[in-house]
């Protein structure tokens, strides 16, 4: 199992970064060329949520991004640290710091759920993660 951690700083002109770098990684872990391109924008999007819940949280940590290649899935995970209040059922609310938009970060996470297959959304007190998960094909020695 390789893995490729990234940290940046929450600033917008770093997720261009991120995207290069997962869409890098992803090719060499054996992701299909025809989902290379959900992969860029799903990071894009997850990145972007990330560094507005930072910015917007007056959070300086950096966001992380985690890229894991496995025998036959490659998984990005891309966490923050902007608490969020878990209601009693257990399902992630509005996050502690300043006010955003909610609207937008569903619109974020619906834009992910529909380049991902597999997604897997947590939030808690110490931040959240989202955590996208794509299969590959075994590389063919020649």
């Known amino acids: 199992m390789a893995t490729v951690e990234l940290r940046f700083s929450a600033l917008p002109e770093h997720v261009r970064t991120a995207r290069l770098v997962a869409a890098a990684v992803a090719r060499r872990a054996g992701v299909d060329e025809a989902v290379l391109d959900e992969v860029r924008l799903a990071v894009g999007e997850a990145c ?21 290649e496995e025998e ?51 939030a808690g007190e110490a931040g959240g993660s989202i955590r996208m998960t794509w299969p590959t094909t075994p590389s063919v020695a020649v």
Do not use: C
Not at 95 to 112: C, R, T
């Open 48 to 68: 972007t949520r990330a560094v507005g819940l930072h910015q917007s949280a007056g959070i300086t940590s950096p966001v992380r991004v985690v890229l894991t």
């Open 72 to 122: 036959k899935q490659f998984s990005i995970e891309v966490g923050d640290e902007a608490p969020r209040v878990v209601a009693a059922d257990g399902t992630p609310g509005a996050h502690g710091g300043a006010e955003e938009p909610e609207g937008e970060d569903e619109m974020g996470l619906a834009v992910i759920s529909g380049l991902v297959d597999d997604v897997e959304v947590t």
